[in-house]
């Protein structure tokens, strides 16, 4: 590992952050949310470089487009942490198709995209962070993909890396208003004084039973206000155009948390089991809402149907579920915006665990340029 980067004055204001599969922003605006300053970010879809791009025009973020895989970590380092200014935070949500929970027997070990959890760490060297933060999905912690997580863990230890243990969390144990479990792998540089640093953030919110166990917590929040007082002339209230036949079959579901079988509707592969019960379902306004997937604009993938209306959910308000301000645009159309939408990390779960660490880093920014 290089020499401990001395501070450049300038620095002194604000963390600085890089975040790579950046996709949309989330990650990004939750970083700014905490008041640090992203430097730069990393991403290769172009719908997604374009949605970046429109919401952080007005901030200093640097956006670099491409793939990944073909970029020197190290030159980007050089170029954009110059004069011997200090990366504090790397943050970063490689692909994760390969490790979904999805993929049956042993499929996705041998995806490629499983690699890319060793490209971010390529970057993690070259930029020397204080702190790394990683979010994967818990598919990646299954026994058949502990070759990769065991290399990863090996890495960090050579590049003199305290790893903490992977955490899966869920969002609407943080007060937001949706089923969501992702994994979140934490490292600290070693010589950093890392005693003090309390991780992951205690939860804050529950059900029933976890409120009978632990009276401070706060009642999960349903996400009902998803669905009221939308924005005006949004470009992105827009919905999948369904079928007269699957209209009709939006119209005998339930309000509010009817299933398709409720809806008398049954397709061929649906018959002999009562399986893919959310498929076509409807949203149960008084929950917390489903996992926004990178399909959650589309009924059939889902229970993405509107709580009383008869379609699917429009961008905006997948958006909502995923805590993003109305203001933020999604470009690239229908689909674009829902894979999106759905590879963002929740705003406001991001900013919850980055200002979680924002302590420990100034902290640790004061020790590296001691």
């Known amino acids: 590992m290089g020499a401990v980067k001395k501070m450049a004055s300038g620095d002194r204001r604000s963390l600085a952050c890089v975040d790579l599969f950046a996709g949309a922003g989330g990650f990004s605006l939750a970083a700014h949310r905490a008041g640090f300053s992203v430097k730069l970010a990393v991403e290769r879809d172009k719908h997604a470089c374009a949605t970046y791009k429109h919401n952080f025009r007005r901030r200093r973020t640097i956006l670099e487009e491409g793939d990944i895989t073909e970029m020197s970590p190290r030159e980007l380092a050089r170029r954009h942490f110059d004069r011997g200014s200090i990366c504090d935070l790397l943050l970063g949500g490689p692909p994760c198709q390969g490790f979904s929970i999805h993929r049956i027997n042993d499929a996705g070990v041998e995806d490629p995209r499983n690699n890319l959890i060793h490209t971010y760490f390529d970057f993690v060297r070259a930029f020397e962070p204080s702190i790394f933060l990683m979010e994967n999905v818990p598919g990646m912690l299954w026994s058949r993909h502990s070759e990769f997580l065991a290399d990863f863990y090996a890495r960090a230890r050579a590049a003199h890396y305290d790893v903490r243990q992977p955490v899966v969390i869920d969002a609407r144990d943080h007060g937001l208003p949706q089923r969501r479990k992702r994994v979140f792998i934490l490292g600290v540089r070693k010589e950093l004084e890392s005693d003090s640093l309390s991780w992951p953030p205690a939860p804050t919110h529950g059900n029933d039973a976890k409120l009978l166990k632990n009276k401070n917590l706060k009642r999960w929040i349903s996400c009902a206000s998803v669905f009221r007082n939308l924005p005006l002339d949004d470009e992105n209230a827009i919905c999948m155009q369904h079928s007269k036949e699957l209209v009709e079959a939006f119209r005998n579901t339930p309000a509010n948390g009817g299933s398709r079988s409720d809806s008398g509707r049954v397709l061929d592969c649906h018959k002999g089991h009562d399986g893919h019960r959310d498929v076509y379902g409807r949203i149960d306004p008084r929950q917390p809402g489903p996992t926004m997937t990178t399909a959650c604009i589309n ?72």
């Open 299 to 370: 009924p059939s993938k889902g229970r993405f149907v509107h709580p009383t209306q008869h379609h699917g959910i429009t961008v905006r308000q997948a958006a909502r579920i995923q805590t993003f301000p109305d203001d933020f645009l999604f470009k690239g159309g229908l689909m674009a915006a829902g894979v999106q939408i759905g590879n963002a990390v929740p705003v406001q779960l991001g900013e919850i665990l980055i200002k979680s660490l924002r302590p420990f880093l100034r902290k640790a920014r004061r020790q590296r340029s001691g």
